[in-house]
């Protein structure tokens, strides 16, 4: 095999078609890039999961009346609230916060947004149990048992806010592969058309080869590795693409949530592994495939 | 060397057979005039030996090659072991002689070294030598026929068919190729030619083949173009 020979037809045949070869590039890394960015949804996903998963929290506020005056949960109905929910079979763990240390917490969350921290007055913080549960499934329970005791806002289960937050990620990401997807079609499509047209200008060529014996590899090859060829581009130009994004789009619009903790933040390595290596193996695997079936179909061997 | 038992070639849109109970046998080292109409199948015959198509019927040896029955794995071989000319030269237009006669040996693969040394050997054979570096467009039509002669031999095949390799040449140009073919017949290559050229055929006596219809209808082994006709 001289692989000299293989690689100058290869780039013969690139430039020859520069037009095509351009759009073909193009539309792999567009529909790549899509395929990418929605993988990168998939980890923020499974790292929130990560972050979060044991600690969803079960929070029960307690109203405005006793988180105003007793701050160290001494009197009834708090005292009272606090030993039941104690007692309760299905919590693992309470843990009282007051108005003061709330009001804190809410400080260092927002830090990043004076205007909120002017609007907000200690007051309208209320006193709350943090209760981490022994089996998160058993949420509801505590949500019904406790919500209408005296002394109780509200009981709120972060699972359902947290749930539904990954309902969106995931219809993001849902969208983002249904686009992808129809931006493959159009990719393979005009890796088809290209490789006919390749194989078509250089009908003589292939035609000598034929006749004086060269294998299938000699005559093929030159075409299956231009589609490669394009489709790592491609692949090189979406991770080029999710990398420029993500520094000038994400983390600027995102920058809050993700330093107030509630987003992860994606990481460049994040696109590195595994995201990187999956478009560039999907490009292959796509770009060979499709060049393999129309040799087949339209070419001569 | 070649071997045809009772082959018959239908192609799908014809309804009459290009080749019908075809029976020949050629030797090694023979040279061969396959002779007829136009229409009557002397194309079809050369590609049958290329197994560019299939019988449809019979058995057909080329080379030891069992024609019918071999994979198509196996097509680049026997190929190999043919180099073939056609009357439009099939020259490729962008590269010089040199490098139309080293293509032929890089798509199989011989190693560099190997195409430096022959590929001025077999020019200077075809009485080229000198006109390497000529592009296609800037020789005759006798010296393209030669570049494609050199191409279809330097791999020194164990046979040479040509289809109508002087149809485009005035008469002392194809005397010179022609020459130039019983040159290589001499080295021990079969030459099998398919022509309409009455004077060549007759000046050469060699084994002559007749097709008409698809059949053959003459079989000499020292023959004329046209006898009585
Ligand atoms: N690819 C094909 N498909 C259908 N019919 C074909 C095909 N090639 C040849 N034929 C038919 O087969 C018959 C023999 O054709 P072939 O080309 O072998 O003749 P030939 O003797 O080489 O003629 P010529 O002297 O004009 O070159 C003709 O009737 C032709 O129309
Ligand atoms: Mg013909």
Known sequence: MRFSFVLSEVLTGLRRNVTMTVAMILTTAISLGLLGGGLLVVRMIDHMRDNFGDEVEVNVYLNKDISGTDKGCTAQPCAGIKSALEQDANVEETRYENQDEAFERFKRVFSGQPELLDLTRKEALPGTFHLKLKNPDRANVIVQTYSNKPGISSVEDQGIFLERFFGVLNGVRNATWVVAAIQAIAALLLISNTIQVSAFTRRTEVGIMRLVGATRWYTQLPFLLEAVVAGLVGAVLAVAGLVGIKGIFVDNVLAEPISAGIIPKIEMLDIFWPVAPILVAVAILISAITGYVTLRLYVRT | ?229
Do not use: W
């Not at chain 2, 032929?104 to 570096?133: M, Q, R, Y």
């Open chain 2, 1 to 229: 060397m070649i071997r045809l038992e009772h082959v018959s070639k239908n192609y799908k849109t014809s309804t009459r057979p290009a080749l019908d109970d075809v029976s020949v046998d050629m030797d090694k080292g023979e040279f061969v005039f396959l002779i007829g109409p136009s229409g009557s199948g002397k194309s079809t015959f050369l590609r049958l030996l290329l197994r560019e198509e299939v019988p449809s019927k019979g058995k057909l040896y080329v080379n030891n090659f069992d024609i019918t029955r071999m994979s198509r794995r196996r097509i680049p071989r026997l190929r190999q072991s043919i180099g073939c000319v056609f009357q439009d030269f099939r020259l490729l237009v962008n590269k010089t002689v040199a490098e139309n006669v080293a293509f032929a040996l890089e798509v199989i693969g011989k190693p560099s070294h190997t195409i430096k040394k022959v590929v001025p050997e077999v020019l200077e054979l075809v009485g080229l030598d000198g006109k390497a570096n000529r592009m296609p467009n800037e020789l005759s039509g006798g010296e393209q026929q030669r570049v494609a002669i050199a191409r279809a031999f330097v791999n020194r095949p164990l046979m040479l068919l040509a289809d109508e390799p002087t149809g485009n040449l005035d008469p002392d140009t194809s005397q010179d190729i022609m020459l130039l073919l019983e040159r290589i017949n001499r080295t021990g290559t079969t030459v099998l030619m398919a022509t309409h050229d009455h004077s060549i055929v007759d000046s050469m006596r060699r084994r002559v083949v007749e097709l008409a219809f698809g059949r053959v209808i003459r079989d000499d082994a020292r023959g004329v173009y046209g006898v009585g006709r």
